[in-house]
């Protein structure tokens, strides 16, 4: 056996830091293969809409295989109610833009106009009405592009949607623990979710504090605005109540009673459900998973959530466009009045 030399024996572990079966580099230290497996946008992508493709189908067939109960329990809903249905939710739109927008004039104090910011919502709120991950960067594009000079930085944008998580899943627990003061569930479930939706807005508002030098930090600033911030938890919690008292509704006209202390529960699983990729499979999945399973009258009031969840979205993106081309037109009017009027 060759000597190896002083100054080379030094530089190599002995065989018990070594194991003889760990792969090592020319150097002599261990080698371990990377478990960790990055995927490609595209292959992200893709495996997003084979998730959402998945989740629709099966949520179809089960719906197909109970039709003759899930057809019984949607003749129960009269169009009147459908189209109150409908009108809530578009409410609930309108009243979450404008909490956005309070977000945003938070960043630096300059406060958008209402055309412009619902028109981003109006345009990300058709993309998560198909996909929850798409409603994000469809409202940075759109809104940087209908405000160009005066809209935040996108970070800034991407950023907002954080307190609006937050306090919703603040107000969310909430409604838990109302729950469990009705008699529903349980203490600790309803306990920890409040304890973790109060962790997660220290945690933002510590990175706020911590991080508010940095321009995408600024994102968070409303919650620590404390002009615009009563506004804003105000009307995240009209938001919450009229979404689950719909939910309440729906399940109601297709014959299924909900009782107060199913709201709650009710609420979180549409709220959770709704954040997954899966798109309109997330209101009947969750029905069933609070409601009583593949229950036809069950699986009929998720599918009429979700139906006025599409109308109210529809209904709210023609409003939206309607008042911009309106805005647009009287605009141009005045701008060919003022030609007319200036000497020639």
């Known amino acids: 056996m060759e000597a190896v030399p002083s100054g080379v024996s030094a530089a190599i572990p002995s065989s018990a830091a070594v194991d003889s079966h760990t792969p090592t580099v020319p150097s002599g230290r261990p080698f371990h293969l990377p478990l960790r497996i990055r995927l490609s946008r595209r292959a992200s992508a893709l495996l997003r809409w084979i998730v959402l493709a998945a989740a629709i189908g099966g949520v179809a067939a089960v719906v197909a295989l109970r039709w003759g109960d899930v057809a019984v329990a949607l003749a129960r809903v009269p169009p009147a109610g459908f189209l109150a ?25 300059v406060v958008l106009p209402r055309r412009v910011v ?31 000079e005066r809209a935040p930085r996108p970070l800034q944008i991407v950023a907002t949607d954080a307190p609006i998580a937050v306090v919703e899943a603040v107000l969310c ?27 997660l807005v220290a945690l933002v508002r510590f990175l706020f504090v911590r991080l508010g030098h940095r321009p995408a930090a600024r994102g968070l600033a409303i919650l620590a605005d404390r002009g615009r911030r009563g506004r804003f938890v105000l009307l995240l919690g009209s938001v919450q109540l009229l979404m689950a008292g719909r939910a309440i509704a ?33 209101s009947p999945t ?18 009429v ?10 209904a709210y993106a023609a409003i939206v466009a309607l008042v911009d081309l309106r805005s647009r037109m009287a605009g141009r009017r005045a701008a060919v009045a003022a030609a007319s009027r200036a000497p020639a």
């Open 85 to 109: 249905l409908t009108g809530v939710h578009l409410l609930t739109l309108a009243l979450r833009s404008e909490a956005w927008r309070s977000a945003l004039a938070a960043i630096g104090g």
């Open 118 to 148: 619902h028109g981003a919502n109006a345009a990300a709120f058709l993309a998560g009405s198909l996909a929850a991950h798409l409603a994000l960067p469809v409202r940075a594009v759109v809104l940087r592009r209908l405000a160009p």
């Open 173 to 199: 627990s909430l409604l838990l623990v109302a729950s469990v003061l009705a008699g529903g569930g349980s203490w600790w479930r309803a306990l920890g979710a409040l304890g973790i939706a109060v962790g």
């Open 250 to 282: 729906s399940l109601a006209l297709c014959g299924v009673p909900v009782a107060l202390a199913d709201v709650g529960p009710l609420h979180a699983a549409l709220g959770v459900l709704g954040l997954l990729p899966i798109g309109l499979a997330a």
């Open 286 to 303: 969750g029905a069933a998973a609070v409601g009583g399973g593949a229950d036809g009258a069950v699986l009929a009031g998720g599918l």
């Open 305 to 314: 959530i979700a139906a006025t969840s599409v109308a109210g979205v529809a």
